[in-house]
């Protein structure tokens, strides 16, 4: 079955970095693309960020673009998302998504916190 783990959370500075790992299993990770999303506390679901599958292109949202980087290692079955310059308004959950055969995966999250 589709599984989607999300891993690299945790509490940093302002200004500081994390990198966040979703590995994936039980699909052909290297023909999907990857999504990033996060929920803010008391706030909707926003999207992050997009890496397409074949030519590897990249989205990001405006509000994350410059700071934020996705990328994935098809040999590891693994999507990554480096998060530089970190503000305190980035602090929610963050979770993995893919498309699998018309359906939305999810990973369980993992919660990014940006505190002095």
């Known amino acids: 079955q589709v599984q989607l783990v999300e891993s690299g959370g945790g509490l940093v500075q302002p200004g500081g970095s994390l990198r966040l790992s979703c590995a994936a299993s039980?699909?052909?990770?290297?023909?999907?693309?990857m999504r990033w999303y996060r929920q803010a506390p008391g706030k909707g679901l926003e999207w992050v960020s997009t890496i397409d599958s074949g030519d590897d292109s990249t989205n990001y949202a405006a509000s994350v673009k410059g700071r934020f980087t996705i990328s994935r290692d098809n040999a590891k079955n693994t999507v990554y998302l480096q998060m530089n310059s970190l503000k305190p308004e980035d602090t929610a959950a963050y979770y993995c998504?893919?498309?699998?055969?018309?359906?939305?995966?999810w990973g369980q999250g993992t919660q990014v916190t940006v505190s002095s």
């Open positions: 039980g699909f052909s990770f290297s023909t999907t693309a």
């Open positions: 998504n893919a498309v699998v055969r018309v359906r939305d995966y």
